[in-house]
Structure formats: structure tokens, C-alpha cells
């Protein structure tokens, strides 16, 4: 079986897709997101970044903000075997699932680079130009709290559902 048809099996997500679109044509169709710094915002409201608070400590958490000049909300992404890992400019830390958790609801935080796949990320575009992040260490999506657009709403991992808190873009910081 190849990587892309055990990563469709593996995460289950095909049915959640959009019909005219493989998951495994998904997973290529990322490809274009190339290595590099990226603002990353919420699909929710265009004025919600990825933000992480406490930069300096192990544990800083994943949230959104509105969008501010600070390292705290450029994240470097590099491409991996297959897998992204996703660092914060401004402390050199990876997303982290806290504790590799595999619950539903697991924290994102920021932690020291381990080689763990609680830090490896499979990126996925959807036909609407928006990426979702799944956690490799746990099978679970991004997912900003309840699909709030409120400032330093929690950002955590979700089981699938297609929805805009789970949907983000990525624009490439110069």
C-alpha cells in the first residue's frame, strides 16, 4: 500500500472530502505549500491569527489574536518525510499536542523540538484554497474552540467535521 492510500486509510477523513476530490489528490495538492515563514489564519474571520502566548516558555499556548507585527504569529513550516513540522519564529519551539494526547480536545502548545509525532503535521488544501492540519500522533484536526472568532480563543485537536474552525490559510511572510 502506498503512504498516501495508508494515510486515507489510517485518518479515515475520505468521507468527510469533497466527492470530486481523493483524499490522496489532496494530500498532493499541499505540495505547493512549500517550506518557509506563514501568517496562519482562521477561515473563521480573516482578523484571527494563530498566536502563541508566553513564547519564552515550554507549554506556551496555541490560540488566535488579531493580527499584530510580532514573531509570536509567524510560524516557520518545514516539509519532512512526508509530514510538516511547524516551529514559532518567535521562540524556535514546534506545535506540540500536549502530552501526545490522544483525546479529543488535546491541547496545542508550543515545546522544544523532540522528533516526536506530536510535533508532525499532515497538511491538507481543500477546494476552497484553505489548508486543515491533522495531527499525526492522534488521527485529529486543528480546530479553533467552538468556532469562536474571539480574541485568545484556545486552539485544540478535533475529530473532522469540514468546518471553518478547522480551516485555515497560509500567507508566506517575506
Known amino acids: 500500500m502506498n503512504f ?9 477523513v475520505a468521507s468527510l472530502l469533497p466527492t470530486n476530490k481523493t483524499f490522496a489528490a489532496m ?21 484571527s491569527r494563530l498566536h502563541i502566548d508566553k513564547p519564552e516558555k515550554n507549554g506556551g499556548n496555541l490560540c488566535i489574536r488579531k493580527p499584530i507585527d510580532c514573531s509570536n504569529q509567524v510560524f516557520d513550516i518545514e516539509k519532512k518525510e512526508g509530514f510538516y513540522n511547524i516551529k514559532c519564529d518567535a521562540s524556535g519551539k514546534m506545535l506540540d499536542v500536549k502530552g501526545a494526547s490522544k483525546n479529543v480536545g488535546a491541547n496545542i502548545q508550543q515545546y522544544t523540538p523532540n522528533e516526536t509525532d506530536a510535533q508532525n503535521w499532515i497538511i491538507i488544501k481543500w477546494e476552497d484554497g484553505t489548508y486543515s492540519l491533522i495531527s499525526v500522533c492522534n488521527k485529529l484536526v486543528m480546530d479553533v474552540d467552538s468556532g469562536k472568532n474571539k480574541e485568545g480563543t484556545n486552539v485544540r485537536c478535533w ?6 474552525s478547522q480551516k485555515f490559510y497560509f500567507e508566506k511572510v517575506e
Open 4 to 12: 498516501i492510500k495508508l494515510l486515507s486509510v489510517v485518518f479515515g
Open 27 to 47: 494530500l498532493e495538492s499541499t505540495l505547493e505549500l512549500g517550506s518557509g515563514k506563514y501568517h496562519i489564519t482562521s477561515s473563521i474571520d480573516s482578523s
Open 159 to 164: 475529530e473532522l467535521n469540514g468546518t471553518n
